[in-house]
C-alpha cells in the first residue's frame, strides 16, 4: 500500500475535530486516517457509545490515543483520555475539544483508496465506504501540510479554521455528523 505521511502540530486553544478536518480539506487528502497522536487538552467534548447526548469535561488530559478516518464528507474519530489521577474517558471526539499545550499529530493518507461518508440505512449513520482506486489512477499528493511554526504564528481570523465563515456552528455539525 502506498501512502503518505502529513505531520502536523496543534496549537493550545486550537479545535482538535476542526482542525484535522481543516488539514484534510486544506490538503486534499481522500483516503486519510490517524497515525499517532501525542498532546493534550483542557476541554473535551464526546459522545460516548450508543449514547446521542454530547459530554463536556474539563481537564486538563494527556491523550493517550486518538484513531479514525478522515474524508471530504467528514470524519469518525474516536479518542482516549487520561486525567492527572490517570483515571480515563474515552468516546467518539466531537467540535470543542480544545487543545491544552500542544497535539502532534502524523496523518496517513492512502494512494489507493478514496473514503466517502454515505448514510446507512441499517445504522442511521454516515458510514465509511471505500472505493480501490485503479492503480493507474493512483494520485500523487497534492500537497504537504505547512510546518505548525510556518502556518500558525497565529493566523489572522479571516484564514483560521476554527473562525472561517464556511465553518458550520459546533451544534449544528455536531448534530448532523453525531461521531
Excluded: W
Excluded at 468516546?91 to 494512494?111: D, K
Excluded at 454516515?126 to 504564528?153: F, G, W, Y
Amino acid at each position: 500500500m502506498n501512502m503518505n505521511l502529513y505531520p502536523i502540530r496543534l496549537h493550545p486553544d486550537a479545535d482538535l475535530r476542526r482542525d484535522l478536518e481543516h488539514a484534510v480539506a486544506q490538503n486534499k487528502l481522500e483516503a486519510a486516517f490517524i497515525m499517532s497522536v501525542v498532546g493534550s487538552l483542557k476541554k473535551a467534548r464526546l459522545r460516548m457509545a450508543g449514547a446521542s447526548e454530547i459530554v463536556t469535561v474539563e481537564g486538563p488530559f494527556e491523550i493517550f490515543s486518538l484513531g479514525g478516518t478522515l474524508c471530504s464528507d467528514g470524519a469518525h474519530l474516536h479518542i482516549g483520555l487520561s486525567d492527572r489521577t490517570g483515571s480515563c474517558i474515552g468516546g467518539h471526539l466531537c467540535y470543542g475539544s480544545i487543545i491544552y499545550t500542544t497535539a502532534e499529530i502524523v496523518i496517513g493518507c492512502s494512494e489507493h483508496h478514496i473514503f466517502k461518508r454515505i448514510h446507512d440505512q441499517e445504522t442511521g449513520y454516515p458510514e465509511l465506504v471505500i472505493e480501490a482506486l485503479q492503480p493507474t489512477r493512483a494520485k500523487a499528493p497534492t500537497s504537504t501540510l505547512k510546518r505548525a511554526d510556518e502556518n500558525d504564528q497565529r493566523e489572522s481570523s479571516e484564514s483560521h479554521p476554527r473562525t472561517s465563515p464556511e465553518q458550520p456552528d459546533l451544534k449544528t455539525e455536531d448534530e448532523k455528523h453525531p461521531f
